[in-house]
């Protein structure tokens, strides 16, 4: 005759396997980067045009020309940086920052209304205030590109169930690549605007990077002019 084995006991102690891993407080998802490749190369030009006129005034100039080409090129250089290569859009699961030519200013996804492309790509917040996305500039022409898409499109719906009109948030008409990016931003703060780590207030930093330089070129610029 055998003897039955005894049963163990089960464990009240937590399975470390089962347990999903936690994300680290305070870890942030990688931003996403919008920037306008157009603008930067223009910007590079622009840089680069400007140094070879000063820089020549600069060597063969005579009596005041070499300072009024010097503050020229300080006022000239932070307002070519500022329109061309500084605007920048970075988004993250959490939060919008716009980096606009003279400010910067950081949106919480709560703080967030609406993100719309007219004319010009803005982001509205829920007070009311507008902020223009430099470095989300709109293409007209690939609207019309898109316009014309959907009219071809027309033409095979005998019941006339296409809209022939190129509209943003149409997902069969946004061709453009500045519609696309604010139908993702868009999308984004309504699927981020209610988390825990998207809320806060709308912080706004001025530039003075950009500020401080063409003042002081500004400045001279005009001591120069007024004592010649």
């Known amino acids: 005759m055998t003897t ?3 049963t163990p006991e089960p464990s009240h102690e937590p399975s470390r396997e089962s347990t999903p891993e936690q994300p680290s407080a305070g870890k942030q998802s990688p931003d996403r980067v919008f920037r306008s490749p157009l603008g930067i190369a223009s910007g590079v030009f622009l840089l680069i045009l400007a140094a070879l006129f000063a820089g020549d ?3 063969r100039g005579e009596g005041r020309s070499p300072w ?5 090129l300080v006022l000239a250089v932070p307002l070519i940086v500022a329109f061309t290569i500084r605007p920048a859009v ?3 699961d ?3 920052r716009i980096r606009n030519p003279f400010r910067s200013v950081t949106l919480p996804w709560s703080t967030v209304a609406d993100v719309r492309a007219g004319y010009s790509s803005e982001v509205f917040t829920q007070d009311g205030a507008k902020y223009q996305l430099w470095a989300v500039p709109v293409s ?5 590109k898109a316009a014309r ?8 719906d005998p019941h006339g169930r296409t809209s022939v009109t190129a509209n943003v948030r149409d997902s069969a008409a946004r061709t453009a690549p500045s519609d696309q990016t604010v139908a993702d931003l868009r999308e984004l703060a309504e699927r981020r605007g209610g988390t825990p780590g998207a809320q806060g207030e709308v912080r706004v930093r001025w530039a003075y990077e950009i500020v401080g330089p063409a003042a002081a070129g500004l400045l001279l610029l005009v001591i120069l002019m007024a004592t010649g």
């Open 68 to 72: 009024l080409a010097l503050a020229g």
């Open 90 to 92: 970075y988004a993250n």
């Open 149 to 156: 898409k959907a009219a071809r499109a027309s033409q095979d």
């Open 4 to 6: 039955p084995e005894p």
């Open 94 to 96: 959490d939060r919008l």
């Open 57 to 59: 005034v600069m060597i």
């Open 140 to 144: 007209l022409r690939q609207r019309k």
